[in-house]
């Protein structure tokens, strides 16, 4: 079972959304390349996330808890507006020993 939290200044609206790793990413890599690539950038969402804190929220928003199967996903945390900049903790809450890697 997995719940991801996300915190921020209350002037900041904000989501999160999990979203798994299926094939190949838009520049070819397989599933085992992204994981040397500790993740993989998303731009665009193709299909539902996995888990989806729902409406943007000012400060604080919060995921249901759900089983997630293992494999490899991508956590977004993201801001209502478009480029706006901001401090936030993410904290994800899980039933299993979860690796989490920054993409950079």
């Known amino acids: 079972m997995i719940q991801i939290k996300c915190f921020a200044v ?3 609206a904000v ?4 979203v798994q ?5 838009e520049s ?4 085992s390349e992204q994981q040397q690539q500790n993740g993989k950038r998303i731009h665009h969402l193709y299909e539902q996330p996995i888990i989806d804190s729902g409406d943007y ?3 604080f928003t919060v995921t249901e ?40």
Request: without cysteine; proline residues 3%; charged residues 15%.
């Open 10 to 12: 209350k002037t900041l």
């Open 15 to 18: 989501n999160v959304v999990l």
């Open 21 to 25: 790793h299926h094939g190949r990413s």
């Open 28 to 31: 070819g890599a397989s599933t």
């Open 57 to 59: 929220r000012h400060g």
């Open 65 to 104: 808890p759900i089983y997630v199967s293992a494999g490899d996903y991508t956590l977004v945390a993201s801001t209502f507006e478009v480029g706006q900049v901001g401090n936030y903790i993410v904290k994800v809450l899980s039933s299993r020993d979860v690796d989490i890697k920054p993409i950079v």
